[in-house]
Every structure is written in structure tokens, then in C-alpha cells.
């Protein structure tokens, strides 16, 4: 694979160096920063695979393994887990160590994104999450995704939104721009830069994809079907397709 080190914007750079300290908090205060709905979320993400034992999932931005551990769970199908930290691969690697079946299903892999080290539709499915404000190209990073997904494969993603306008949208700035830096100092120095790093990341990525023309990211880059789920008043949102266009056999 290409050293694509030398390339890497600003945004990559901040990313990998703001989760190296994360990894042995990450899955607790993942779950408490998103008041307790991030488990849930994940669940509703893993719902639109609809995967089968014996089949390839690929997850990006595995981090700790959480996701890689519930598509296993949910389907005992077999994953590759990617993600760009080491530090974060060391974690889903300890959970590994702790569940034999588990790793007996799980690879890991130190890679990016934007460059996937993998052939054409080498996946029968493929999951991200919490990905694609970290990059600097969104659509390239979509195109290159959904390169690597058979056709018919489905590929879903969860991030964190932005709610709507009102009582709960101003209850969600003061939380992002007081809660989380001031609940990340509770555990450690760097999960409140975290909380700091969230409360303008999270807008500033909408600001420049608003939620509403990413469905059109999706079809540009040969995912068709593509549904929208905001979860927990908007504060999460689930986004799910089909490789080449394909009808998506799950309920909405």
C-alpha cells in the first residue's frame, strides 16, 4: 500500500493525534458523552446490514471493536476491522484477547479510509462510523468506500447530528460547548480535548454538508436506496445504501 503519510491534511493529522490517548476510556465515556444513546445508535446502524454467517463485513474506523463485536454477535459473519490508529487498534485488540470466538472472526488492519488497501468489491458489506468528518474529501472517501462492496452489498454509517431548531437545539449547543469539554475533564486531560474538539466539529461538519445533500454524496459514489435516520432528536443519525443501486430488503 502507498505511504500516503505526506498528504494528509490538518483535519487527519488532529484526528490521529487527538484519539492516541482515547482507547482505554473510549467504549464508557463514548456511551456517557452521548447521554447513554451511542449503544443504541450502533445497534440501529448494525440493523440495516442484514449480513449472513459466512459472509464479509468490512467496518472502518473500527476503533475499540465495538461495532466488529456486534456484527458478529448479530450475524456470526466474519469482519475486517480498519481504522488509522494504532492506539485505537491496540484497544480492539484487547477486546479480542478477551473473546476467543470473537477473534476468531476479527482481523485487524492499520489503514485509512480515503485508501482502502483492499480489491473491487472484495466485501459482501461494509459499516463506518464517526468517519467522514475526520477527512478532507467526504466524496472521494464515499467513492473509495463503496469501490470495495460487491454489488448488492449494503453499506451503513452512524455519526452525530445536529437537532433542529429549538428548546432541545439549544440545549444541545450549551451541552456541546459546556457539557462535553466540562465531562471530559472528569476523566482525562485528553477526552476534554475531545469534548472541545466535538463541540465544533460536529456543526462545522454540517455546516459544510448539510444533512440534506448527503443522500446525494451517496448516489454520486454508486450507492443507491440510500435512507436517513435521525435518532434521539437528531443528535444521532443513521445513514444506510445499497452497492450499485440494489433495492434494500429492510424495513424503513
Do not use: N
Not at 490521529?16 to 450502533?42: E, I, K, M, N, T
Not at 484497544?91 to 479510509?113: I, K, N
Amino acid at each position: 500500500m502507498t505511504d500516503h503519510a505526506a498528504t494528509r491534511g490538518a483535519r487527519k493529522e488532529h484526528a490521529l493525534q487527538l484519539f492516541a490517548g482515547l482507547p482505554r476510556h473510549y467504549d464508557r465515556v463514548g456511551a456517557a458523552l452521548s447521554f447513554g444513546q451511542d449503544p443504541r445508535w450502533r445497534r440501529a446502524m448494525v440493523d440495516r446490514i442484514g449480513a449472513h454467517p459466512g459472509q464479509r463485513v468490512l467496518d472502518v474506523a473500527t476503533g475499540t471493536g465495538m461495532v466488529a463485536q456486534a456484527l458478529v454477535r448479530r450475524y456470526g459473519c466474519s469482519i475486517v476491522g480498519l481504522d488509522q490508529s494504532p492506539h485505537m487498534l491496540a484497544g480492539a485488540r484487547a477486546r479480542l484477547a478477551g473473546d476467543p470466538q470473537l477473534a476468531r472472526r476479527v482481523t485487524l488492519v492499520t489503514g485509512e479510509a480515503e485508501h482502502l488497501p483492499f480489491d473491487d468489491g472484495a466485501f459482501d458489506h461494509l459499516t463506518f462510523t464517526y468517519l467522514l468528518r475526520y477527512v478532507d474529501d467526504p466524496a472521494a472517501t464515499l467513492r473509495e468506500l463503496a469501490r470495495v462492496v460487491a454489488p448488492g452489498g449494503r453499506i451503513a454509517t452512524l455519526e452525530f447530528g445536529v437537532p433542529d431548531p429549538g428548546p432541545l437545539r439549544s440545549l444541545w449547543d450549551l451541552w456541546t460547548r459546556a457539557g462535553l469539554p466540562a465531562a471530559g475533564r472528569l476523566v482525562s486531560r485528553e477526552w476534554a480535548q475531545t469534548g472541545r474538539f466535538l463541540a465544533r466539529s460536529i456543526p462545522g461538519f454540517y455546516a459544510r454538508h448539510p444533512l440534506d445533500t448527503l443522500p446525494g454524496l451517496w448516489e454520486e459514489a454508486g450507492i443507491g436506496g440510500v435512507g436517513v435516520r435521525r435518532m434521539s432528536f437528531g443528535a444521532g443519525v443513521v445513514m444506510w445504501g445499497t452497492r450499485d443501486g440494489g433495492g434494500d430488503p429492510r424495513p424503513a
